[in-house]
Structure formats: C-alpha cells, structure tokens
C-alpha cells in the first residue's frame, strides 16, 4: 500500500509469507528479483526479501506439450508438479522420464514439416550459470532433460 506522499505504508513490510505464482517471462522475474534484493542501477532498496515466487504450472505444462506434444503425458506433468510426498514425485518424474523418451522416438519417426512442429526447449531466463548450456529442440529426449535447469523449488 502506497500513501498519498508516495511513501510505502509500514504494514507492506510486515507482510510475509506471500507467494506470486507466474510464468517465466524475463520481466516479470527482473521485477521479482527488484522487490526482493532491490536494484542498484534503478536506485531502487530491498522492498520484500522473504517474497517467494514459484512457476505457474499451466504455463509450464504448456511448455511441456510444446516439446512432448502429447496431452496425456501433460496431465501427468501436471500431477507431478502437485505433488508433497517426495516418493510420489520421485515415482512420477521416473515415470516421466520413461514416457517422455518413448514420445521423444516417436515423434523423431514422423517429418517435420513445419517449424511450428518442431520440438520448442525451455529458453534460458537468466537463470542460468555462465556455464550452463541448454539442449535445444530435438537434442532433448527426456523430461530430466528438459527441465534440467529449472529450480525444483519453483
């Protein structure tokens, strides 16, 4: 909440345990990371250092189906993001796994006619290190390896 004169109210920085659900869209993240650490280039201070932010899982099953192309294997994606037992995340990412290398054969049979058909990797958000490098496309063949740069925490 803002005052009149522009001034952050005092019970802004009393709020914790909040939680922004997003997709992974390159400025969304910038203001993430403004409102949690601040930005020296804008002038800008720390706002709210215990905000947590987490990946929307509709857009990143989205992004599932545009590399696996297979709405099942969505679904189960999307079972495993809902997940709070371990060993049921753990059996479903195995199960992943297996499934998406299956589609991945599959859909390595049929031409590519278009590049709308061709498989669409995670883009790299500015997350990654400077020594990571991302399949790209038709190099990934496996769920592990299509997510393998994301936080799981997210």
Do not use: Y
């Not at 005052?3 to 997709?23: P, Q, R, T, Y």
């Not at 297996?98 to 790299?124: A, I, W």
């Amino acid at each position: 909440m803002v005052s009149a004169e522009g001034k952050a109210d005092d019970c802004v920085k009393d709020i914790a345990n909040v939680c922004l659900i997003h997709d992974r869209h390159k400025d969304i993240l910038q203001a993430i990371d403004d409102i949690q650490n601040g930005n020296t280039e804008r002038r800008r201070a720390a706002q709210w250092p215990d905000l947590k932010s987490r990946w929307c899982m509709r857009h990143m099953a989205a992004n599932f189906h545009s590399q696996f192309k297979n709405k099942t294997l969505m679904k189960l994606f999307k079972r495993l993001c809902r997940q709070n037992q371990e060993r049921k995340f753990n059996f479903l990412w195995k199960k992943l796994d297996e499934l998406t290398k299956k589609q991945t054969t599959e859909l390595s049979k049929r031409p590519v006619n278009t590049e709308e058909d061709d498989q669409v990797s995670l883009e790299d958000v500015g997350l990654d290190g400077p020594n990571v490098r991302r399949k790209r496309r038709r190099a990934i063949k496996t769920f592990s390896e299509w997510i393998e740069h994301e936080p799981k925490e997210k």
